[in-house]
């Protein structure tokens, strides 16, 4: 299974029809890309291949819906599982994944303020946990009123505001 990346963390079922609310955590430009993918749930001492065969933006989360599921019951033992996809089935070049920000240099107003030194996941989002050139550590959540522009090459992390 090492040629599987975690795309999704499933919160909890969204509605009756099967579907269930998820956190992206990868950064991926087109998510459509995954539709009518074979993806894996990664439950406890198996995984189920599933068909996501729709992919719903809401404010800081997703709603994904999968061929094999009809109704809530049928997805509430999903609840903080994940979904996996097959790196063949990825552009890899449009995927940030997020172990990969470690170490990132972390720019605010054009002046290096810290390195990532942490990340985690939150109910609501990813939040980076930076630690500043002063020694003290920051939280940024990671989403787009905080953070501006990731860059792979030069491997900083641009922020737009800081708390």
Not at 1 to 22: Q, S, T, Y
Not at 91 to 115: P, R, W
């Amino acid at each position: 299974m090492k040629d599987l990346l975690k795309i999704f963390k499933i919160n909890k079922p969204h509605a009756i029809k099967g579907e269930v609310k998820a956190t992206l955590l990868i950064n991926i430009k087109d998510v459509e890309q995954l539709v009518n993918k074979v993806m894996f749930l990664q439950l406890p001492l198996l995984y189920q291949p599933v068909t996501l065969i729709k992919i719903t933006l809401t404010n800081h989360s997703y709603i994904l819906k999968f061929k094999e599921f009809n109704n809530i019951n049928e997805v509430l033992a999903f609840k903080e599982c994940y979904l996996l996809c097959q790196k063949a089935d990825l552009e890899l070049a449009t995927v940030i994944s997020q172990e990969d920000l470690t170490n990132f240099k972390v720019f605010y107003q054009d002046v290096v303020i810290g390195t990532l030194s942490h990340q985690f996941e939150t109910k609501a989002h990813v939040v980076f946990e930076i630690q500043k050139t002063d020694q003290t550590k920051m939280m940024i959540p990671y989403i787009d009123e905080y953070v501006e522009q990731i860059d792979l090459i030069q491997q900083k992390v641009i922020l737009k505001k800081v708390i």
